[in-house]
T-cell receptor
Framework: QKEVEQDPGPLSVPEGAIVSLNCTYS??????FMWYRQYSRKGPELLMY????GNKEDGRFTAQVDKSSKYISLFIRDSQPSDSATYLC?????????????FGTGTKLQVIP | DAGVTQSPTHLIKTRGQQVTLRCSPK?????VSWYQQALGQGPQFIFQ???????QRGNFPDRFSGHQFPNYSSELNVNALLLGDSALYLC????????????FGAGTRLSVL
């Protein structure tokens, strides 16, 4: 079983839709939770970063963490064609003062105009 | 302010050869991590360098080695290349005290024939 599970999609939605992306994890030691966006042939770009359970909002993006269920989500409101990309969840645990980051496989999102 | 830069952008090698990839971190960053991203997969953590020493290592064989220089730049070396080493190799930099906020380069695409 992988430490982080993410539905690879692809997910196709019309412009303006609300998008929900999700990951589950099995390692209780994960403390930090991130969402990255990766455009084709580019490096990942950090979108959201959270530490505790609850919600964090940044513009059209909301990150949600439920540590009790080992489940994280990213919501995108009013989706735009420019949001078409692969979205990667990532989580990290501390080891000797250093963090090791584990990524999901990524969900490919297409927003259709 | 230059972000994370990686060189070369593309590389073609044959089985058994050795390769060196290079990374310059974002200005002011002191920690460099390397990841391997196979097609359709999330990045897999290879190792992390801080103060010129390997601090964390993922599940990669000893054929994968690295180095960090006094100016914080880093190299990834892979010996005895296998076909399965074909992937996008990503470098990420961060500050140790902001250890989970990583900035990625665009990557080096390695093809092993």
């Amino acid at each position: 079983q992988k430490e982080v599970e993410q539905d690879p999609g692809p997910l196709s939605v019309p412009e303006g839709a609300i998008v929900s992306l999700n990951c589950t994890y099995s390692n209780s030691a994960f403390q930090y939770f991130m969402w990255y966006r990766q455009y084709s042939r580019k490096g990942p770009e950090l979108l959201m970063y959270t530490y505790s359970s609850g919600n964090k909002e940044d513009g059209r993006f909301t990150a949600q963490v439920d540590k009790s269920s080992k489940y994280i989500s990213l919501f995108i409101r009013d989706s735009q064609p420019s949001d078409s990309a692969t979205y990667l969840c990532a989580m990290s645990a501390s080891s000797g003062g250093y963090q090791k980051v584990t990524f999901g496989t990524g969900t490919k999102l297409q927003v259709i105009p | 302010d230059a972000g994370v830069t990686q060189s070369p952008t593309h590389l073609i090698k044959t089985r058994g050869q050795q390769v060196t990839l290079r990374c310059s971190p974002k200005s002011g960053h002191d920690t460099v991590s390397w990841y391997q991203q196979a097609l359709g997969q999330g990045p897999q953590f290879i190792f992390q360098y801080y103060e010129e020493e390997e601090r964390q290592r993922g599940n990669f064989p000893d054929r994968f080695s690295g180095h960090q220089f006094p100016n914080y730049s880093s190299e990834l070396n892979v010996n005895a290349l296998l076909l399965g080493d074909s992937a996008l190799y990503l470098c990420a930099s961060s500050l140790l005290e902001s250890k989970n906020i990583q900035y990625f380069g665009a990557g080096t695409r390695l093809s092993v024939l």
